[in-house]
């Protein structure tokens, strides 16, 4: 079955840490783009990430930028996204979506979602 599956998402205190891991069954993430998505009651989904499958280039949105770090471990099929300093306005459900075309442009095409994972940041 091909799938990607996010986890790790959890509660955190302002200011705190969590790493979301996004793992792919049934093909090898190394030759997708993978996006990290996120999407706050009441808001439209939006990007927050992405990592390409031809040049390991990145992107982040200007809201995460020097607080999240996407990677990818390609022994482990899986790719990661570090948030640190968390704020309030980050909780949301993030989810990871993979494709093997468009890189990390803006085309909002994805071949495979996840079912998300669900951060919440609160004191």
């Known amino acids: 079955q091909v799938q990607v599956v996010e986890s790790g998402g959890d509660w955190v205190q302002p200011g705190g840490s969590l790493r979301l891991s996004c793992a792919a069954s049934?093909?090898?993430?190394?030759?997708?783009?993978i996006g990290w998505f996120r999407q706050a009651p009441g808001k439209e989904r939006e990007r927050i990430s992405c990592?390409?499958?031809?040049?390991?280039?990145?992107y982040y949105r200007d809201s995460v930028k020097g607080r999240f770090t996407i990677s990818r471990d390609n022994g482990k099929n899986t790719v990661y996204l570090q948030m640190n300093s968390l704020k309030p306005e980050d909780t949301a459900v993030y989810y990871c979506?993979?494709?093997?075309?468009?890189?990390?442009?803006?085309?909002?095409?994805?071949?495979?979602w996840g079912q998300g994972t669900q951060v919440t940041v609160s004191s």
């Open positions: 979506a993979a494709r093997s075309r468009w890189g990390c442009s803006g085309v909002p095409r994805y071949d495979y």
């Open positions: 049934g093909f090898s993430l190394d030759v997708y783009a």
């Open positions: 990592i390409s499958n031809s040049d390991g280039s990145t």
